[in-house]
């Protein structure tokens, strides 16, 4: 809207060009430099040329222009001022600034038109260069020259503060648009208040729309100014975005503090209302922080645990788990501690412990309470499971003893009748029963780990094989049976009769869970492992084995079953079909051996168990006497038994067998009768004591009476004995033993072999007169 | 800013400027003879604006009180011609005008007879020119001389309608050596813009017609 010329006066350019036209005689004369500049002719220009010349080499989109500016002078007007474009002598178009004056004669007729025309084209481009500039950057420029009341300004400069546009401005009005207590944004060079680098960032309000803006002010006094005193000259843009952007970072940090403050609170209010025990433990083991629930938990105050190992405060017994957890590198769960309270009670604490840097970060929960439930859980569930069994085991008796009974009261009435011989099939009877009952005691003492093993070298491929027939009419027609065996089998370290019963107990499982039929797979192969192999229900230590698998393919179990399946009197069988003894019989055969038991089962597929039975190592184990071990009773020869044992009934009947046999028998209820015996001096060749005695057991007896008689042979007696379980650790030489219940004739056997060794007897043999 | 939906093309605002030009070059010839001294009046540039924004203008540019001396004229077209001054400068020019011959009180005491003579020579000047080089006849009021705000100085006619538009003219006074701005405005409704704008091209196509060789 602005013509180009509008309020300015462009610097003339040196060497600008001049022009007098005389409008009376219409001859235009014109220097070198206007020729030039216009194209006209230099020579013609100055020896005078028509007036209408004077629009020789303008372009002719300004033309008109022009032309209407020059009529104006020609009708009157004194001052003449355009800027327009002409095409120099050189034919290049330039940009000029025509300044003249049109002066007319007394009757207001005017006579002469004279001026100047300078070349602005470089101005122009300058000035353009600018006006782009600052409006692509938002830039306004001023310049303010000491003492006047207005500045210059540019188009810009009056956009930014919602000014009009306008070449120049009255300080007031620009001041006008900074808000109260911000600097002005142009101020006169005696002021001070302008930051390094006149530098000053202010708040306005946009005279157009009341708009509050931030606006930078960048300026600088110049001492002196061509053509003026000092000036301000500078630059305004602005910074609202950046202002804005600036306020929502400080918001945000300010908020960001307050969130912080929120989070800690809540951080804080857990760790103050925590059950659980937490602390930061460093990992030299000292207590760096607790929280309050030690307090309430365990009844110290903070300032009594702080620095204090935490180990000071557990078991004993668990001191190599808090070494290891304070060592480890990684988070461990359910680490098992017990803690002792304020009262010295122990409490069950299970731990988390995450270690980072040099602490460890630690939450505890008291399970003393959950561990109790589930311990008296345990053995609620035990002891029902011993009414049941017992309840059972005293059923089956009960018909074992009615079988005894009524068979040797039916046979006393026959001998008292005279028919002895009727007698017989009555006492075959009871003696079956007996054996049924000795049969289920033995049972029940393998289940406990109470039965006494005689670990043999067993060749177990050989066993399965043997035991092939037996397994084929134990599963039925409905159950295929393959039996696989490697041939280098090494020799086991076990009872072979407990490992035939594993077997039987382990197929007839198989059998069960395979109700629609299947097949049942027995596998041994030998297998060295160098470091704990992982297992359920625990892992296999390093060692050599003999491995029999066994494996179904049956409907298999849940983990949940899986868990329990060695646990005594576990059964999934209806009440009445199974005691839950077979596995947990397995299980405790095998680990008596030395040896352990893998079990892996899923669901729908089968399940497999393995029997890791320890290599035979070194010579086997000295031969025990056969328990069951018969033959022709054979009649003794008078040599003397001294029979210990504190039940009468018993002791009654080997009296009686003995007796019968032929030997002379001294007899003694306990081991301090039995040493008066001893002590006293009468001679007999072979001590017969009952293991269990009520005080000095057998085992003690025997080594005092070897010590008054060395070399006495000893036979011992026993229905159980937790310290014999292995006959061969329990016996020295000359001694042996017997398991009830036996036989007539298996007594008889015992004793025999005993006597063997008796030095009394080998000196009666050898001595010639006897 | 409001721009008036009539507006003129740089053509015809070069024209009508230069029309004020010679308006004032009169004037300034007149003082001359009135005052002998040497005065020179030139006019840079014009807008043309809506009221309100003419407003702004004159608020922004001369934030001091001003004075104003108005004449309205009908004829072909019609409006008000307004003479704004500076108050400040308004003194000067009287003392500019009376040539030093009047001491301070005495000038101040006829400020504003003296105002409103030399505004009446420069507006009648300019209306009479208009009228003369667009040959369409006008007639005028006598001056009258206002002080005060700008804001209300366009609001000077009710019967002006609402969308007025205003030829806004800077006036560079060069008297005795002094320099001393100055504006005029001329206050039209759009009819009347209508009417001055074909004015106008007539007059260009007579002047550029005349004694002027073809490009």
Redesign the interface.
Known sequence: ???P???RSPTIQLASGSWIWDVASDVLHADARFASLTGLDPIVAVAGA?G?RF?EG?V?ED???V??????V??????F?RTYRVRDAEGVVRWVSARGR?E?DAS?KVVRFSGELADVTELKRVEEQLRVAQNAGGVGTFEHIDGFGTATVSDQFCRLLG??P?T???M??IN?VVCPDNPPIIQGADFSGAGPGGYSELRIRR??TGEERWIARRGEHRADNVGGGPSFIGVIYDITETKHTEEKLQELTRTLEARVQERTRERDRIWNLSLDLIAVVGRDGALRSVNPAWSLLLGYEEGVLLGRPLAEFVHPEDHLVVARALAAQAPAEHVDLRLRDAKSAWRQIDWTFVPEGDALYATGRDVTERRQLEDQLRQSQKMEAVGQLTGGIAHDFNNMLTGIMAGLELARRRIEAGRSPEAFRFMDGAVASAERAAALTHRLLAFSRRQTLDPQSVDVGELVLSMEDLLRRTLGERVALAVASSPDLWPARCDANQLESALLNLAINARDAMPDGGKLTIECVTQSLNQPHPSQPEPIQPGDYVVVSVSDTGVGMPDSVKAKVFDPFFTTKPIGKGTGLGLSMVYGFVRQSGGHVGISSKSGIGTTVKLYLPRLTGRPPQQGVSPDGAGPVLRATGEGVLVVEDDVQVKLMISAALADIGYRVLEAVDANEALEILKGGEAFDLLITDVGLPGMNGRQLAELARQLRPQLPVLFVTGYAANVSVRADFLEAGMHMITKPFSVEALATAVRESLKGSPSLRAKRSDPSS | ?NAPSVVLD??E???M???V??GV??A??SLRTMVGQQV???V??L??VSRA?AA??V??????SLVVVRQDFTGAFYGQALLIFPETNSLELVRAVTGGLLSADEAAGMEDEALAETANVVLSNCLA?LAN?LERPLEMSLPQVMRGEAARLFDVSPSLAADAVVLFL?INFAIDDRNIRGYIAMLLDLPSLEALRSLIRSF?SR??G????P?
């Open positions: 809207m602005t013509p010329d509008a309020g028509p209408a629009f303008v002719p033309l008109l222009r032309k209407i500016a020059v009529a104006a020609m009708r009157g007007a004194e001052s001022a049109g007319s207001g000014l009009q306008s120049a401005l009255p007031r009005t006008s005279a157009d | 800013m740089d053509l605002r070069d024209a400027t230069e029309l030009n010679i070059s009169r300034a010839a020179m009046l030139s840079p540039s807008e043309v924004t702004v203008l608020r922004e540019r001369e934030p001091d020119t080089m800077y260009i002047i550029v005349e004694g002027v060789p490009p």
